[in-house]
């Protein structure tokens, strides 16, 4: 039997390190609110977050 209240994961939010639900209730995971995830996409938008390129550069002749 299940139980009334249900239990769901909870992960750390990557801008402000508060715990935020992992499930359907929680629009902006893994992050814990709106604003966190906005302040997210600034740090991407101005590069201050970035991908490294591990491709070999390219010869030039």
């Known amino acids: 039997m299940t139980s009334a ?3 769901h994961k909870t992960v750390e ?3 402000c390190k ?3 639900i992992w499930g359907p209730e929680n ?4 992050f ?3 604003r966190c ?3 997210d996409l600034g ?3 101005e590069e201050r977050h970035r ?3 591990r491709s070999p550069p390219e010869d030039q002749e």
């Open 43 to 45: 740090e991407w938008f």
């Open 27 to 30: 629009p902006w995971r893994p």
């Open 13 to 15: 939010c990557p801008t």
């Open 51 to 53: 991908i490294p390129d």
């Open 5 to 7: 209240k249900e239990t």
């Open 32 to 34: 814990c609110s709106e």
């Open 37 to 39: 995830k906005l302040i």
């Open 18 to 20: 508060k715990q935020a």
